[in-house]
């Protein structure tokens, strides 16, 4: 029987070296990613999302990025065995990736159909120049670029914000890869174009019955286009689940105060929303024991994070129902759980 699973991740720990020391921003994060479906990974800014994205496509920066244990399997191989000329054929190819910043992912003094024909340059070598092009205005074609034999000769910053996102995509899906990489794809763009962007990304992911990874910190973009989820905080694998599972039964402290941030039509008008105090801690600060601690509304907290426990003692992940894992926290920091509605 063929693997459910494009993607494995597995126990992927990535760190910087910093003036400081060594940090660890990914630390023992475990996945998989099913055929055809969508995966988002949601939670706050520093959590660790971009980072493990660029892991698996072994993009982070170097010399100060490492991953320093793992496995990352495509199909049944681990990318991080391979060579850099074969990950370099692996990108693009077999995963794209779509960057959060259309402007800065885009280059600025090349016109949009050389970067798009850059492309097939690297990876369709039997391509003249010629199909190079047509192909570049068919797949802007594609991705609902009006008059796309105009915008090829075009500069990106003659383009708006929501035309330079398709662009983006446009790269990231010219070679039909099995698995997109979507980093906050609609980050800075308003709510309409918003929408727009996340029903091309659903509509083309139906037509190439493609992968999808969602990197969001969003969850009614979690909400609209997602399969299953993983909530990640502080590095680590807080909760994982289907979407239905993480939106309906909802386990960690952590994962519910995120969809009690989530501003809704019936509540009172002009009241504070519910935010979760504190801030997600640095990479010098991480503790061994459960990250959320200091971020509780817990009084018995405090009592956690002085004890040994909190300095040595690593949570793992439990199964709660079939498919449906969290953080097995100590009892002090999920017993005062907010209702979420």
Same mark, same amino acid.
């Given at each position: 029987?063929?693997?459910?699973?494009?993607? =494995?991740?597995?126990?992927?720990?990535?760190? +910087?070296?910093? %003036?400081? !020391?060594?940090?660890?921003?990914?630390?023992?994060?475990?996945?998989?990613?099913?055929?055809?479906?969508?995966?988002?990974?949601?939670?706050?800014?520093?959590?660790?999302?971009?980072?493990?994205? +660029?892991?698996?496509?072994?993009?982070? @920066?170097? @010399?100060?990025?490492?991953?320093?244990?793992?496995?990352?399997?495509?199909?049944?191989?681990?990318?991080?065995?391979?060579?850099?000329?074969?990950? &370099?054929?692996?990108?693009? %190819?077999?995963?794209? *990736?779509?960057?959060? =910043?259309? *402007?800065?992912?885009?280059?600025?003094?090349?016109?949009?159909?050389?970067?798009?024909?850059?492309?097939?340059?690297? &990876?369709?070598?039997?391509?003249?120049?010629?199909?190079?092009?047509?192909?570049?205005?068919?797949?802007?074609?594609?991705?609902?670029?009006?008059?796309?034999?105009?915008?090829?000769?075009? +500069? @990106?910053?003659?383009?708006?914000?929501?035309?330079?996102?398709?662009?983006?995509?446009?790269?990231?899906?010219?070679?039909?890869? /099995?698995?997109?990489?979507?980093? =906050?794809?609609?980050?800075?763009?308003?709510?309409?174009?918003?929408? /727009?962007?996340?029903?091309?990304?659903?509509?083309?992911?139906?037509?190439?019955?493609?992968?999808?990874?969602?990197?969001?910190?969003?969850?009614?973009?979690?909400?609209?286009?997602?399969?299953?989820?993983?909530?990640?905080?502080?590095?680590?694998?807080?909760?994982?689940?289907?979407?239905?599972?993480?939106?309906?039964?909802?386990?960690?402290?952590?994962?519910?105060?995120?969809?009690?941030?989530?501003?809704?039509?019936?509540?009172?008008?002009?009241?504070?929303?519910?935010?979760?105090? !504190?801030?997600?801690?640095?990479? &010098?600060? *991480?503790?061994?024991?459960?990250? +959320?601690?200091?971020?509780?509304?817990?009084?018995?907290?405090?009592?956690? *994070?002085?004890?040994?426990?909190?300095?040595?003692?690593?949570?793992?992940?439990?199964?709660?129902?079939?498919? &449906?894992?969290?953080?097995?926290?100590?009892?002090?920091?999920?017993?005062?759980?907010?209702?979420?509605?």
């Amino acid at each position: 029987m063929e693997n459910d699973h494009i993607l =494995e991740v597995e126990d992927l720990v990535a760190a +910087f070296d910093t %003036d400081a !020391g060594q940090v660890t921003a990914v630390d023992g994060v475990s996945f998989e990613v099913r055929r055809g479906r969508t995966l988002g990974i949601v939670g706050e800014s520093g959590c660790g999302k971009s980072v493990t994205a +660029f892991s698996i496509m072994r993009l982070l @920066p170097q @010399p100060m990025g490492k991953i320093l244990r793992g496995q990352i399997r495509l199909d049944g191989k681990d990318l991080l065995q391979l060579s850099a000329e074969e990950m &370099h054929k692996v990108r693009g %190819d077999r995963i794209g *990736m779509i960057f959060q =910043e259309p *402007m800065s992912a885009l280059n600025p003094v090349h016109r949009i159909g050389k970067q798009l024909s850059e492309v097939f340059r690297l &990876h369709r070598p039997d391509m003249n120049k010629k199909e190079q092009w047509e192909a570049s205005v068919e797949i802007l074609d594609h991705v609902g670029i009006p008059s796309p034999h105009i915008r090829v000769g075009e +500069f @990106p910053h003659q383009l708006s914000g929501g035309m330079r996102q398709r662009v983006v995509i446009a790269i990231a899906l010219a070679l039909k890869p /099995q698995l997109v990489i979507a980093d =906050e794809p609609t980050t800075a763009l308003d709510v309409t174009i918003q929408a /727009q962007i996340l029903e091309l990304m659903k509509r083309l992911q139906a037509e190439m019955n493609m992968s999808i990874i969602m990197i969001t910190h969003d969850l009614g973009v979690i909400a609209e286009t997602c399969d299953d989820v993983v909530v990640m905080y502080a590095g680590r694998v807080a909760e994982s689940g289907s979407v239905h599972q993480i939106f309906n039964n909802p386990q960690h402290l952590y994962t519910h105060g995120l969809l009690q941030s989530i501003p809704r039509l019936e509540n009172e008008r002009k009241i504070t929303l519910p935010t979760i105090p !504190g801030l997600v801690p640095s990479l &010098h600060e *991480m503790p061994v024991g459960a990250r +959320f601690a200091p971020r509780s509304p817990s009084p018995l907290a405090a009592d956690y *994070m002085a004890s040994e426990a909190y300095r040595t003692v690593r949570p793992g992940l439990k199964e709660v129902e079939e498919g &449906h894992f969290v953080e097995d926290c100590p009892p002090v920091l999920v017993e005062s759980l907010p209702l979420v509605r």
